[in-house]
């Protein structure tokens, strides 16, 4: 867990966030790599000093922020910077996948806190699209010690080790205890899949099943309050339980904005 990539657009959502990666890093030792993105939608040769200006006025803002996170780099963890012209998702994708970064962490926007990860354009494209782990701090949340990861599983269960590995390397750093949640959904339900004990090997962990009518979204943030777990842990895959519990509807915008931060894992399955 030593190459973190952290996407900012200079906003206090992502100042806040980065607050908090750079606390985690300190954990582990662990290198920040900021990367901003920029790009003028246009081809036009009457823009280039446009361009030009937005790129210097990046590096700019990159390296007042840079000094202003000074006091918190004086743990042990380390920080460079990029600044890219290009659409942020793919620049985003393409840079955490093809150069090796263990995890993404991401700030999310305005007050919808977590809702932003799905609704949102940036964080949900990157959420799609990229293998590395993402992990999305609410607005306003502070780093706090990791001790309980709440780990919601569907019946699907996990198809290699890959999957799983960063959050068993989180626990066991941070000497968490992992809480399986799954939501059964009526009598057919088979449970928890044996692949999840199988592939959480290493970590300390326990399972809870419960049978609820209420939406998945509100069993899990009951789930996470009960147990003031301090991160929430799901997975990514086609058409799977992530999907589903944040399926975009009114209802489920109301619903879940979970308090704590969530890492997201991607599963092809």
């Known amino acids: 867990m030593k190459k973190i990539l952290f996407p900012t657009d200079f906003s206090s959502n992502a100042e806040n966030a980065l607050a908090y990666a750079i606390d985690f890093a300190n954990k582990c030792t662990g290198k920040i790599t900021l990367l901003h993105t920029f790009r003028l939608h246009s081809s036009a040769a009457m823009f280039l000093s446009v361009e030009s200006i937005m790129e210097q006025d990046a ?57 932003e990860v799905f609704f949102g354009s940036t964080a949900n494209g990157v959420l799609k699209n990229s293998e590395t782990p993402v992990l999305a701090i609410p607005n306003g949340f502070a780093f706090r010690p990791i001790r309980k990861i709440v780990f919601a599983v569907d019946e699907a269960g996990i198809t290699h080790p890959g999957v799983t590995s960063m959050l068993v390397q989180m626990a ?56 003031e777990a301090d991160m929430l842990c799901m997975v990514r895959r086609q058409r799977g339980f992530l999907e589903e519990a944040f399926h975009v509807s009114a209802t489920t915008r109301e619903v879940f904005n979970s308090p704590v931060p969530l890492l997201v894992l991607h599963d092809e399955g």
Do not use: W
């Open 59 to 115: 590096i700019k803002q990159m390296a007042s922020l840079i000094q202003r996170m000074e006091p918190k780099l004086r743990e042990g963890a380390k920080i460079d910077s990029k600044i890219v012209r290009g659409d942020a998702v793919p620049v985003i994708t393409d840079m955490a996948d093809k150069s090796g970064f263990d995890l993404i962490i991401m700030g999310t926007q305005g007050a919808t806190g977590l809702k």
């Open 172 to 227: 066991k750093m941070c000497g968490a205890k992992i809480f399986v949640f799954h939501q059964g959904l009526g009598k057919n339900d088979d449970g928890i899949d044996p692949s999840v004990d199988i592939y959480l090997d290493g970590a300390k962990y326990s399972f809870h099943y419960e049978l609820d009518d209420a939406s998945i979204n509100e069993s899990i943030n009951s789930f996470v309050a009960d147990y």
